[in-house]
C-alpha cells in the first residue's frame, strides 16, 4: 500500500520544493514548460499512476500537509472529500467517509474506515492520534475495501506511507512557535549504513497551553504534550530483496477532550432540565462559543503506544513477488474527566483501555504486462483488549441525577470488559486485460472471526448505607454484574467487479461493484444489560452494498487533472453508538439501514508557471432508510407520556454533512539565484450536520469555513536549504465545532476547533 510522490521541478534548473495538494509538475518535452507530474500508488499492490486506478481515492503528499500546517490526522478533513474526523480525544476517535464510520469510544467494536500505517492494520482509531512525522503520503479510498487491504471494512481505508530510510544522507531540522505556547521540534536522519543496510531515525515532540479557559481558576485547556520517536532500517542486498524494520513510540499527556457547553436543550413546560438541575446543585453555566468552561475537577488524558513491524518483498521467478508484514502494535489510554460542572457532583468519569495487536500479512503478487494480472493473500489479526470504567461520584450526584438522597452520592462503580478477538482471511484480485482500452477486475475475499469477551462491574462502595428506593436506585445504576462468556464468530465474505475503459491515453472511465461486510461487536460497557439481559450487549455485523461510476483525465499538456465520480451505497447494520437519557449512558447498537449517494469531484489546475490551483468537493445525501427504534430527542423524550423510541427513517445520519469543499492555492516565484518566495491559501466547508444520533434540533453542529494563510521564502545556505515561513491558521477566527456530545438531562456539549492562531517556523534541509 506504500506509494511515492515526486517532487517539484521546472525545467533542468534547480528549484524547491512546493506544494503537492495535486500531483507535481515536471518539465515535459512537450508542449508546455510545466506538467503535472504522475503520482505513484500501490492501492492494487503494485505500483501504479493513481490516474489509471478505477478506485474514487484521493491523494494527499507530504509537502502538502507540511505546506498546509497538518500535522494531525483529525485536520485532513480539511483536505479530502468526503472525509469526517470525529475527534475528541485518542479514544473518543472516529473517521468516517460518506458519513459511514461515525462510531467513536466503542472499544468492542472495529471502524469501518480503515487504517493503515505503512501497511499495518491499526486496530482502534486512536492508534493514528500522534502527530504526522515524516510522512510521504497518505491515500483515501473510499468504498468498501478487502479484496486487497489486511482488513476488511465498509467505508474505506485511511492509508498512511512514511518515507524510507535512503542511501543516500538527509537530515532535516524543524522548529515552530506561535500562540497559545504552541511549539513544536522535528528532527530526522537517514542514509546509509553499509552498502546495503540503511536507517532513518525521526523524532517530534509538540506543546501548547490549550485555547479553552477555565473561569473556575483560570487555566488553560484542552492543549498538552505529545513526542514521539520512530526507528526504521532497510535492507536491500539485492535488486530481488528487500526488508524494512520499523520501531516507533508516542506519547501524550494533555487536558484533549475539553468540551464546552454547546447547548442546554430544550425548554418544556417552561422548565429547561439541564438548566434546572444545574441551579439545584449550584452551578454556574458559561456559554461555550466564547471558548470557556467552568469545572472544578481535574482534564487529563494519558496515551503511551507503539510497535514494531517487519516487511520483507522478495522478486521471484519469473518476476512474481512475495510480500510478508509482521506487526505488533500497543495501546494504553488513562482519561480523567469533569462532569463539566464547577461543583461536586461527579469527580472522575471515563474508560481506560489496553490494547495489544498482533498481525501477519501474505501476498503473492503476479507480473504485470500480461493479460492478465492478479494478487492473491492471506491475513491473520489478533486483538487482546481490556477496559475499566469507573465513576467517582461527589456528595451533589443525587441532586444532579434526580435520585433519591443517598443513591449516589459518594459512590465508586468500576467495570471490566476484555475481548479477544481473532480474525482469518483469504484474499484474492485479478484484472483481465480484455483489449488495450478495455480492462475487466474482480476480486473475492472470505473472512472468519471470533470474538470472546466478558463484561462485569463490581458491587458499588462508598456512600451512606441506604433502603428502599434510595438503594434500588444505586443497585440499578452501579449493581454488581457478570455478563458471564460472550461470543461472536461469523464467517463474511466480500467482492469487487469493476470495468475500466481508456477512452484516450488521458482519460479513463470506470464502473464497479462491491460488496463489503464488518463483523458484529460486543458492548465492553455495562449499559442497559442488567435489565435487557447480556444479548444486549452483542452488536450485529454490518452488511454494505456499493456502485460507483467515475471518470479520471489529465488534459491540456498535464496541466489540469480532472477526477469525478458519482457513488450509491447502501449499508444494513449501520454500527454506530448511541446515547440513553435514562440512564446516562452510551453503548453500542445497530442503526437500522442507511444509504449514502452523491457526487465526488476533485480538480488540479495550472495555469501559469509557478501557480497551482486545486478544488475537491462532494455532495453526499446520507440518510436513515429503516431506523425505527432510534433514541428519541430530548425535546421529545422528556415530553409526558413520551414513547421509548423514535423513528429516524429518513433522517440524516449523524455526521454527515451534506456538502463539502476544499480550495487551495499556491503560487511560488524566484527572487534570484538560490533565493524562492512561496504564498499559499486554503478554503474548507463543511455544512451543517446532526450532532448526535438521536438529531436532536439542539444538537445540529452548524456549518462553517475555515481558511488558512502561510507564506515563507527558501535559500541555499551552506550546503542546504533553509525554509522561513509565516502561517495563519483559521485567518478569519471563525468559532466552529468538530463534535458534539450528549450530556447528562439534555444538554450538549461540544468541542471547538483551533481558533485563530499565528506561527512561524524554520526548516533546515541539509
Known amino acids: 500500500m506504500g506509494a511515492r510522490h515526486g517532487a517539484w521541478a521546472e525545467d533542468a534548473a534547480p528549484t524547491l520544493d512546493n506544494t503537492d495538494t495535486q500531483p507535481a509538475v515536471t518539465a515535459t518535452p512537450a508542449k508546455s514548460a510545466v506538467a503535472l507530474k504522475k503520482v505513484t500508488v500501490t492501492a492494487r499492490r503494485r505500483e501504479e499512476d493513481a490516474q ?184 536491500e542486498p539485492s535488486a530481488d530483496l528487500n526488508v524494512r524494520w520499523i520501531g516507533d513510540y508516542h506519547e501524550e499527556d494533555s487536558s484533549n477532550g475539553t468540551r464546552v457547553l454547546f447547548s442546554t436543550g430544550p425548554t418544556i413546560g417552561g422548565i429547561n432540565r439541564y438548566e434546572q438541575r444545574a441551579a439545584a446543585v449550584g452551578a454556574t453555566l458559561v456559554d461555550g462559543r466564547d471558548g470557556k468552561v467552568n469545572i472544578d475537577g481535574a482534564q487529563n488524558v494519558r496515551v503511551f503506544q507503539g510497535g514494531t513491524s517487519l516487511e520483507a518483498n522478495w522478486k521471484l521467478a519469473n518476476d512474481f513477488t512475495l510480500t510478508s508484514v509482521s506487526a505488533y502494535r500497543f495501546w494504553n489510554f488513562t482519561p480523567r474527566n469533569d ?109 472468519y472471526e471470533s470474538k470472546d469477551a466478558r463484561v462485569d462491574r463490581d458491587a458499588p462502595v462508598g456512600g451512606a448505607p441506604v433502603a428502599g428506593p434510595a438503594a434500588a436506585a444505586r443497585n440499578g445504576r452501579y449493581g454488581a454484574y457478570d455478563s458471564g462468556d460472550l461470543g461472536l464468530n461469523a464467517s463474511s465474505p466480500s467482492g469487487l467487479l469493476s470495468l475500466g475503459y481508456r477512452f484516450t491515453p488521458q482519460v479513463l472511465g470506470y464502473a464497479s461493484i462491491s460488496h463489503g461486510e464488518k463483523s458484529g461487536g460486543i458492548d465492553l460497557s455495562v449499559s442497559a ?163 448526535t444520533l438521536d438529531d436532536s434540533k439542539f444538537g445540529q453542529i452548524p456549518s462553517y469555513a475555515v481558511v488558512n494563510l502561510s507564506t515563507g521564502v527558501r535559500v541555499d545556505l551552506g550546503k542546504g536549504q533553509l525554509d522561513l515561513s509565516l502561517w495563519l491558521k483559521n485567518a478569519f477566527d471563525k468559532t466552529y465545532y468538530t463534535i458534539l456530545w450528549n450530556e447528562q438531562n439534555g444538554g450538549y456539549g461540544g468541542l471547538i476547533g483551533t481558533p485563530r492562531t499565528l506561527g512561524v517556523s524554520a526548516r533546515y534541509d541539509f
Open 52 to 235: 489509471d486506478v478505477p478506485t474514487p481515492m484521493s491523494v494527499l503528499g507530504g509537502e502538502t500537509l507540511e505546506t498546509q500546517r497538518i500535522y494531525r490526522v483529525q485536520d485532513i478533513q480539511q483536505l479530502a472529500p468526503s472525509v469526517n474526523v470525529a475527534h475528541m480525544h485518542a479514544r473518543q476517535s472516529s473517521i468516517s467517509i460518506r458519513g459511514l464510520g461515525n462510531n467513536p469510544a466503542s472499544d468492542g467494536l472495529e471502524s469501518s474506515v480503515g487504517i493503515y500505517v505503512d501497511n499495518v492494520f491499526l486496530g482502534r482509531p486512536g492508534m493514528a492520534v500522534f502527530d504526522l512525522l515524516d510522512v510521504e503520503q497518505i491515500d483515501v479510498l473510499r468504498g468498501p475495501q478487502g479484496t486487497l487491504f489486511g482488513k476488511n471494512t465498509t467505508a474505506g481505508v485511511l492509508n498512511i506511507t512514511t518515507r524510507k530510510p535512503s542511501f543516500t544522507p538527509e537530515r532535516s531540522f524543524e522548529a515552530s512557535g506561535g500562540q497559545d505556547g504552541y511549539f513544536q521540534g522535528k528532527g530526522v536522519l537517514s542514509g546509509p549504513l553499509t552498502d546495503t543496510l540503511a536507517g532513518r531515525l525521526g523524532a517530534y515532540r509538540t506543546r501548547d497551553d490549550g485555547y479553552i479557559k477555565n473561569v473556575f481558576n483560570g487555566d488553560r485547556l484542552n492543549g498538552g504534550e505529545r513526542e514521539g520517536v520512530r526507528g526504521q532500517l532497510l535492507f
Open 339 to 447: 462532569d463539566g460542572l464547577n461543583v461536586p457532583v461527579s469527580l472522575n468519569a471515563g474508560q481506560s483501555v489496553r490494547d495489544d495487536q498482533y498481525s501477519q500479512e501474505l501476498r503473492l503478487a503476479s507480473p504485470s504486462g500480461g493479460r492478465f494480472d492478479y494478487v492473491l493473500g492471506a491475513y491473520y489479526f489478533r486483538q487482546d483488549l481490556t477496559n475499566e470504567s469507573f465513576f467517582f461520584n461527589g456528595p451533589l450526584a443525587d441532586t444532579w441525577n434526580d435520585t433519591p438522597p443517598g443513591a449516589l452520592a459518594n459512590v465508586t462503580s468500576i467495570g471490566h470488559g476484555q475481548i479477544e478477538i481473532d480474525s482469518y482471511a483469504l484474499f484474492a484480485q485479478g484484472t483481465w486485460h480484455l483489449t488495450e482500452r478495455l480492462d475487466l477486475t474482480a476480486g473475492a475475499r472470505g473472512t
Open 529 to 691: 444489560a442488567p435489565t435487557a439481559g447480556a444479548d444486549s450487549l452483542l452488536v450485529g455485523a454490518e452488511r454494505a452494498n456499493d456502485a460507483e461510476l467515475g471518470v479520471k483525465s489529465v488534459l491540456f499538456d498535464r496541466r489540469l487533472l480532472l477526477n469525478t465520480n458519482v457513488f450509491w451505497s447502501q449499508v444494513n447494520g449501520y454500527q454506530t453508538l448511541a446515547f440513553d437519557d435514562a440512564s446516562f449512558t452510551r453503548y453500542l447498537t445497530n442503526a437500522g439501514s442507511v444509504r449514502t449517494r452523491g457526487l465526488e469531484f476533485e480538480a488540479t489546475a495550472l495555469p501559469l508557471r509557478g501557480l497551482t490551483l486545486s478544488f475537491n468537493g462532494s455532495y453526499n445525501d446520507a440518510t436513515y432508510l429503516s431506523y425505527k427504534d432510534a433514541p428519541c430527542p430530548p425535546e421529545i423524550g422528556f415530553q409526558p407520556g413520551a414513547p421509548q423510541s423514535c423513528d429516524l427513517t429518513g433522517r440524516q445520519v449523524v455526521g454527515a454533512p451534506k456538502w463539502i469543499a476544499n480550495l487551495s492555492g499556491d503560487y511560488r516565484w524566484r527572487a534570484g539565484d538560490g533565493l524562492q518566495h512561496y504564498l499559499a491559501a486554503s478554503y474548507a466547508f463543511r455544512s451543517s450536520a446532526p450532532g
